[in-house]
């Protein structure tokens, strides 16, 4: 596989930490040829967990696993990166069952108790004792950190995807905190390619499900490399401590503004990722008929490679735009369209502006992060969809990706 080059959007450091209540381990499986692909979480007790999956008609064998055997409840999370084990048929999940057979009885718990994900090449099969010679090494002295978590679950990544917030409610401290993978192969439909999230305190099944729809739409389905959802796509939220918080409407409120925090920050930090992605592209769509009309807009000017590669060679070609809002079809008046690429404007009334100024425009286009707004002005409705550039890179590394 080939390695990319080092995302210009690199998060800065974060402070790792071993959070309480369960317990990470990571190896290397055999997946990739050195580095750690596999990831173990043992939760202390069984926990509350939401699952979102991708709404993709072929699913991966995880996903299908998962949603025939998981009720809500979880004592264990395997994940592997290298193989998505997708489009694998029964087989795929006959190698899910025997893997998970041996954890249960390793952790003593129930097979609907353990989680599955896959992230990788989809169409191979592997044999399940990759991960279950693993499983012998479980213990104290092979812990993981969280961020040594988030490295064992990237394939094209560049970085590991990790977010932490601290939240006080009640007088009393607790941490909500996550990782994900994802790189290419992105427009999510569901949530998004791999994310798992952590709340230290009680939080039931019902709350936990209205906190990612609540927070959905705004961010992992508000993001996209190259309008490709993935067959393992796939969210989790576990509620892993013992404090019991009273989740009043006040405190639910402040959890969920915080819990959009963490996701959102996890969100960008997977279109930051984008390969071989040399521009942010956050296209912000105003003034809609409804969010609908809005959402489908933002998306098909931040997926239009012609937009993406003009955005790359900072070429504010404004006509790519309009072309990219046609082409949805919806009900639009066009010469209420206004077009702006940050303040600079381009276009207004059905035509080129006359407020246009070539050389601010050249100079806004150098920047790494490049806003699309658009003004419809046929409504009250907005929505705002950050994707990236399309380069040379993206090619060499998605030609590559087998090799």
């Known amino acids: 596989m080939l390695n990319k080059m080092i995302s210009i959007f690199k998060p800065k450091k974060i402070k790792d930490f071993n959070p309480s ?78 893997y998970v057979d041996v954890l249960t009885k390793k952790i003593t718990c129930k097979a609907s108790e353990v989680l599955v994900s896959s992230t990788g090449v989809i169409g191979e099969k592997f044999n399940p004792n990759l991960i279950i010679n693993k499983f012998k090494k479980i213990g104290s002295k092979n812990k993981s950190s969280l961020l040594e978590s988030a490295k064992a679950i990237m ?160 070429d504010a070609n404004w006509g790519r735009i309009i072309m990219a809002i046609g082409k949805t079809e919806e009900n639009i008046n066009q010469n209420k369209i206004k077009v702006l690429f940050g303040k600079n404007i381009v276009c207004e009334n059905g035509s080129i502006s006359n407020k246009i100024n070539i050389r601010k425009l050249a100079s806004y286009m150098e920047n790494r992060t490049i806003e699309i707004n658009v003004n419809l002005n046929i409504g009250k409705f907005y929505h705002t969809v950050y994707g990236n550039d399309l380069t040379l890179e993206y090619l060499k590394i998605n030609a590559d990706y087998r090799s």
């Open 21 to 98: 209540g369960l317990n990470f381990y990571t190896f290397n499986a055999g997946f990739k040829k050195k580095d750690k692909d596999l990831l173990l979480i043992i939760f202390d007790q069984i926990t509350n967990v939401c699952c979102v999956y991708s709404k993709t008609s072929t699913p991966s064998a995880p996903i299908i696993w998962d949603k025939k055997n998981n009720k809500g409840k979880a004592k264990a999370l395997v994940v592997n990166a290298g193989n998505a084990n997708a489009h694998t048929g029964k087989d795929g999940l006959k190698i899910i069952d025997k």
């Open 155 to 314: 394939t094209t990544d560049t970085f590991p995807k990790v977010s932490i917030k601290n939240i006080n409610l009640d007088n009393q401290s607790f941490k909500i905190y996550g990782i994900a993978k994802g790189s290419g192969m992105i427009q999510p439909n569901m949530g998004t390619m791999l994310a798992y999230i952590f709340i230290e305190c009680k939080v039931s099944k019902q709350l936990m499900m209205r906190l990612l729809k609540n927070n959905l739409d705004n961010t992992f389905n508000s993001i996209t490399v190259d309008s490709d959802t993935s067959t393992s796509d796939t969210l989790m939220m576990f509620s892993v401590a013992n404090k019991n918080i009273n989740l009043n409407r006040k405190n639910f409120k402040i959890l969920n503004c915080k819990i959009y925090e963490l996701m959102h920050d996890l969100s960008l930090q997977v279109i930051k990722d984008g390969e071989g992605v040399s521009k942010l592209i956050k296209v912000k769509v105003l003034n809609a008929k409804s969010k609908n009309q809005a959402k489908k807009i933002a998306f098909s000017i931040a997926n239009s490679p012609l937009v993406k590669t003009a955005v790359s060679a900072e």
